[in-house]
């Protein structure tokens, strides 16, 4: 079975300092998302990617965030200058298609702490 | 306004019993799909079942089933002879034309021995 996968698994950082959190969607996917879940709390919408730029974001993803699809495979979620509040699980997922009977593949998720 | 709601943040059943968890969802769109995720403690979302708005019929997956009634709104989730591993948050989520899946705030189900 196809699956997403996300690296790193966990990531602790400092206060500050930028991360990027990366993301290979599944191969024949077309549309790529990011979502956030602050932990016990609801899985939040960040960023909807489709035909290689910004199809939908959120007031979560402020000038502080970026997305990223480099090379065709990697999709990359750059946050520039981290705050304690971005702690969170960040969860990438992929979807064939946009129509209301495909469901996303998600990721098993990043947890980053922020210090 | 919430476009999912599920009532119960937290539900205690025991074990072989069923269990439904409530979800109410709010569109004006006739073409939506409706989900439901398990969250086990190690984090990863699972997909289990998918209903869509056009469905005559009440999807199932094995054990799961989605009690599916369009005119009040409501996707509730049927676990049948609940087990320990069911244990986990639940999100129920839906899906309209051309957007993204957005999620309700989550039920944690315990599954007692």
């Known amino acids: 079975e196809p699956e997403v996968t996300q690296t790193p698994s966990h990531q602790v950082t400092q206060m500050g300092q930028e991360v990027i959190l990366r993301c290979v969607p599944i191969s024949n996917h077309l549309y790529f998302y990011w979502y956030r879940q602050i932990l016990g709390q609801k899985v939040e919408f960040l960023v909807s990617f489709y035909n290689n730029e910004i199809s939908e974001k959120s007031e979560i993803f402020d000038d502080q965030f970026s997305v990223e699809r480099p090379d065709g495979s990697n999709f990359t979620l750059k946050i520039r200058s981290t705050k304690l509040e971005d702690s969170a699980m960040y969860f990438c997922?992929?979807?064939?298609?946009?129509?209301?009977?495909?469901?996303?593949?998600f990721g098993s998720g990043t947890r980053l702490t922020v210090v | 306004a919430q476009k999912i709601t599920q009532t119960q943040p937290g539900m205690f059943v025991q074990e072989k019993e069923a269990v439904t968890l409530d979800c109410t969802y709010d569109?004006?769109?006739?073409?939506?799909?409706l989900f439901w995720y398990k969250q086990p403690s190690s984090g990863e979302m699972i997909f289990l079942i998918y209903?869509?708005?056009?469905?005559?019929q009440n999807a199932t997956e094995g054990r799961y089933s989605l009690n599916f009634q369009k005119a009040r709104k409501s996707a509730n989730l049927v676990i049948s002879a609940s087990q320990l591993g069911d244990s986990a948050m639940y999100f129920c989520a839906m899906r309209e034309a051309g957007d993204k899946i957005i999620f309700g705030k989550g039920t944690r189900l315990h599954i007692l021995p």
């Open positions: 997922a992929s979807s064939i298609s946009d129509r209301t009977n495909y469901g996303y593949t």
């Open positions: 209903q869509g708005s056009y469905d005559q």
């Open positions: 569109t004006s769109d006739p073409s939506y799909g």
